[in-house]
């Protein structure tokens, strides 16, 4: 379907968008790039897999105070400015990031504190998805949403895609040495510094390109929208569609956290993979989730609406959740390695019900909020997704070290009460009335 022309000032909605999603995918990117040696470079410090939980948490904590205040300002001072500051902050946040392994090597104390402060900094400046949310809901329709919200979706699956693979091979030590021959002494090349640096060169091209290349697209009102307060923060609440989502997408990310952070430890302990195969791991789980994001999901949205694939794909998380850890002894003996098949069929359900749910829930947000609050709506409900990451990675990472399987069945039985909540959800109020 062919986007309106001018919508909201923008002559070339279509042109808009893939900036958006091509900046946006240049950050995840940038966060992929990491994901395979972060859980190796927590375990550097000499620290146990609690500080792993933890330091996910301290990123999740800033995001939930950050959110609805940065979705708030898109509102008022437009998607474009709060873009840039995001991305900003995040390729700051990843030099600092890097260079904590420096710190660590005189103080181990000080560099595991340097890593923290930079992931809760990041978290401060993370706007960048609520806000893209923002920028899509102001150039389409209602009936065109799904599909692009699919592709924000798409955007973080094909970072798990490429950034794992550009990781893997910026962690060679053939790579590190070239670099560290062309860099001056003073800027420390390791394992973990050069990804590190990598992410946070993504992050500010991204920036440079929202600054030079696009639009801004929340330009009507533009008085009544600058003299906006912040004693409206929290108004979308009210509308009982919003409000559930919300529940929804809080309680969704605790119970979903186990798989988030207890993943990697998962595959290392009981498969013995390193950093390498867990990117390949990872990369087969993006291309999967890239195509749900993009095809599945906005078409089943489209044909069962965003409030039926949300429960659907409740559903198929709850299971491929329960069948996780169990994994090694089923199809145990195959003729490729005991467990490996039964794990890809598992993270292939669990990538396609994710992708579903993720763009179902936006669909519903968007369809929910008023055309004045699309970008504080999404600041909250990032927010609670940020606070359910926040809440679940030390729980999980606790009951990790209790018993591996724990975390993953624990998360599965926490979406039985999120199944009865859609289903008693209404899908498109449009914002018009708080029900």
Same mark, same amino acid.
């Given at each position: 379907?062919?986007?309106?022309?001018?919508?909201?000032?923008?002559?070339?909605?279509?042109?808009?968008?893939?900036?958006?999603?091509?900046?946006?995918?240049?950050?995840?990117?940038?966060?992929?790039?990491?994901?395979?040696?972060?859980?190796?470079?927590?375990?550097?410090?000499?620290?146990?897999?609690?500080?792993?939980?933890?330091?996910?948490?301290?990123?999740?904590?800033?995001?939930?105070?950050?959110?609805?205040?940065?979705?708030?300002?898109?509102?008022?001072?437009?998607?474009?400015?709060?873009?840039?500051?995001?991305?900003?902050?995040?390729?700051?946040?990843?030099?600092?990031?890097?260079?904590?392994?420096?710190?660590?090597?005189?103080?181990?104390?000080?560099?595991?504190?340097?890593?923290?402060?930079?992931?809760?900094?990041?978290?401060?400046?993370?706007?960048?998805?609520?806000?893209?949310?923002?920028?899509?809901?102001?150039?389409?329709?209602?009936?065109?949403?799904?599909?692009?919200?699919?592709?924000?979706?798409?955007?973080?699956?094909?970072?798990?895609?490429?950034?794992?693979?550009?990781?893997?091979?910026?962690?060679?030590?053939?790579?590190?040495?070239?670099?560290?021959?062309?860099?001056?002494?003073?800027?420390?090349?390791?394992?973990?510094?050069?990804?590190?640096?990598?992410?946070?060169?993504?992050?500010?091209?991204?920036?440079?390109?929202?600054?030079?290349?696009?639009?801004?697209?929340?330009?009507?009102?533009?008085?009544?929208?600058?003299? +906006?307060?912040?004693?409206?923060?929290?108004?979308?609440? *009210?509308? #009982? @569609?919003? $409000?559930? %989502?919300? /529940?929804? =997408?809080? !309680?969704?990310?605790?119970?979903?956290?186990?798989?988030?952070?207890?993943?990697?430890?998962?595959?290392?302990?009981?498969?013995?993979?390193?950093?390498?195969?867990?990117?390949?791991?990872?990369?087969?789980?993006?291309?999967?989730?890239?195509? +749900?994001?993009?095809?599945?999901?906005?078409?089943?949205? *489209?044909? #069962? @609406?965003? $409030?039926? %694939?949300? /429960?659907? =794909?409740? !559903?198929?998380?709850?299971?491929?959740?329960?069948?996780?850890?169990?994994?090694?002894?089923?199809?145990?003996?195959?003729?490729?390695?005991?467990?490996?098949?039964?794990?890809?069929?598992?993270?292939?359900?669990?990538?396609?019900?994710?992708?579903?749910?993720?763009?179902?829930?936006?669909?519903?947000?968007?369809?929910?909020?008023?055309?004045?609050?699309?970008?504080? =709506?999404?600041?909250?409900?990032?927010?609670?997704?940020?606070?359910?990451?926040?809440?679940?990675?030390?729980?999980?990472?606790?009951?990790?070290?209790?018993?591996?399987?724990?975390?993953?069945?624990?998360?599965?039985?926490?979406?039985?009460?999120?199944?009865?909540?859609?289903?008693?959800?209404?899908?498109?109020?449009?914002?018009?009335?708080?029900?």
């Amino acid at each position: 379907m062919k986007l309106p022309e001018n919508r909201n000032g923008i002559s070339n909605p279509k042109r808009a968008l893939s900036i958006v999603f091509f900046v946006i995918l240049l950050d995840l990117i940038g966060f992929g790039i990491i994901i395979p040696v972060l859980p190796f470079y927590v375990r550097s410090f000499g620290v146990s897999d609690i500080a792993i939980g933890l330091l996910a948490a301290s990123y999740s904590l800033m995001q939930f105070v950050s959110s609805p205040f940065l979705g708030k300002l898109s509102d008022v001072w437009g998607r474009r400015p709060i873009l840039v500051i995001s991305l900003l902050g995040s390729s700051v946040a990843w030099f600092f990031f890097g260079i904590a392994e420096e710190i660590g090597s005189y103080s181990i104390m000080g560099g595991l504190l340097l890593l923290f402060l930079a992931r809760m900094f990041a978290g401060a400046m993370g706007g960048n998805i609520s806000t893209a949310n923002a920028y899509i809901a102001d150039v389409t329709t209602e009936e065109e949403r799904p599909r692009y919200l699919g592709y924000i979706g798409a955007a973080f699956a094909v970072g798990f895609i490429i950034g794992p693979a550009i990781g893997g091979v910026l962690a060679t030590e053939y790579i590190i040495g070239i670099v560290d021959s062309i860099l001056p002494a003073i800027i420390p090349i390791t394992i973990y510094s050069l990804p590190s640096f990598g992410a946070g060169l993504l992050s500010f091209l991204g920036m440079v390109l929202c600054i030079f290349y696009l639009p801004e697209s929340n330009l009507s009102e533009g008085v009544e929208r600058r003299e +906006s307060n912040f004693s409206e923060l929290l108004e979308p609440l *009210k509308n #009982y @569609s919003i $409000r559930g %989502v919300v /529940i929804v =997408s809080l !309680v969704g990310a605790i119970a979903f956290s186990g798989i988030t952070v207890m993943f990697i430890p998962f595959i290392a302990d009981v498969y013995g993979y390193g950093a390498a195969t867990a990117g390949m791991i990872l990369t087969y789980i993006g291309v999967i989730s890239a195509i +749900s994001h993009g095809m599945f999901g906005p078409r089943l949205i *489209k044909k #069962y @609406s965003p $409030r039926n %694939v949300a /429960i659907g =794909s409740s !559903v198929g998380l709850m299971v491929s959740m329960i069948l996780m850890p169990f994994c090694p002894i089923i199809l145990n003996g195959n003729v490729i390695d005991p467990g490996v098949v039964s794990l890809l069929v598992v993270l292939g359900i669990l990538a396609v019900s994710n992708a579903c749910f993720s763009v179902s829930l936006s669909t519903l947000i968007s369809l929910a909020a008023r055309e004045d609050t699309q970008g504080v =709506s999404f600041g909250i409900f990032q927010s609670a997704g940020s606070l359910g990451r926040t809440m679940g990675p030390p729980f999980m990472a606790v009951l990790y070290t209790i018993a591996i399987w724990s975390p993953f069945v624990v998360g599965a039985i926490a979406f039985i009460p999120l199944v009865i909540l859609l289903a008693r959800l209404p899908y498109k109020q449009a914002g018009k009335a708080n029900v």
